[in-house]
T-cell receptor, first 112, second 113 residues
């Protein structure tokens, strides 16, 4: 069956360090993968989209890699700040029409 | 750009009543909108895909007669929870599709007493 897995354990990290999150998937062949940020009691906010033919994408302090052989994406937050504390969700397109399936999310806590 | 609003942000209702939630794309047109629900400490679960001018497509296990979806224009989709019961209490989030991305509303917290 299709599965998207993110580390369910919270990631505690010191301010200024790099946070690295993983998203693994099985039995999918996505055309693209997306990362979202969700704060408590709020809807997700789109961060980055990476396509199957792209290895890496950056946006400010964020970097995403996509390895379709390993079926894995890594999400990096460099020079992390307490304001980066949130839950980060990866999502894959699983059908036509932009339909997405989300992983369970990883909570990040950046300590000053 | 790509702002989506939801109204109301929270609602408390009595069991047996119906509740309508609106989702609007404010600065773009969306042929497709999506409705999700999220339980505490869980991820988003897609309920249905709403297409402008046609019937919504519901995910397996979602009762279409209970969760009525109307996508009357390219900027507005509504979800009506009919005859709500306490087990329908949840966080409902809509999104609007733009190119390959979905942009989400802020969510609606529904509490059914």
């Amino acid at each position: 069956s299709q599965k998207i897995e993110q580390n369910s354990e919270a990631l505690n990290i010191q301010e200024g360090k790099t946070a690295t999150l993983t998203c693994n998937y099985t039995n999918y062949s996505p055309a693209y993968l997306q990362w979202y940020r969700q704060d408590p009691g709020r809807g997700p906010v789109f961060l980055l989209l990476i396509r199957e033919n792209e290895k890496e994408k950056r946006k400010e302090r964020l970097k995403v890699t996509f390895d379709t052989t390993l079926k894995q994406s890594l999400f990096h937050i460099t020079a992390s700040q307490p304001a980066d504390s949130a839950t980060y969700l990866c999502a894959l397109d699983t059908a036509a029409g932009n339909k997405l399936t989300f992983g369970g999310g990883t909570r990040v806590l950046v300590k000053p | 750009g790509a702002v989506v609003s939801q109204h109301p942000s929270w609602v408390i209702c009595k069991s047996g009543t119906s509740v309508k939630i609106e989702c609007r794309s404010l600065d773009f047109q969306a042929t497709t909108m999506f409705w999700y629900r999220q339980f505490p400490k869980q991820s988003l679960m897609l309920m249905a895909t709403s297409n402008e001018g046609s019937k919504a497509t519901y995910e397996q296990g979602v009762e279409k007669d209970k969760f009525l979806i109307n996508h009357a224009s390219l900027t507005l989709s509504t979800l009506t929870v009919t005859s709500a019961h306490p087990e329908d209490s949840s966080f409902y989030i809509c999104s609007a599709g733009l190119e390959d991305t979905q942009y989400f509303g802020p969510g609606t917290r529904l509490t059914v007493l």
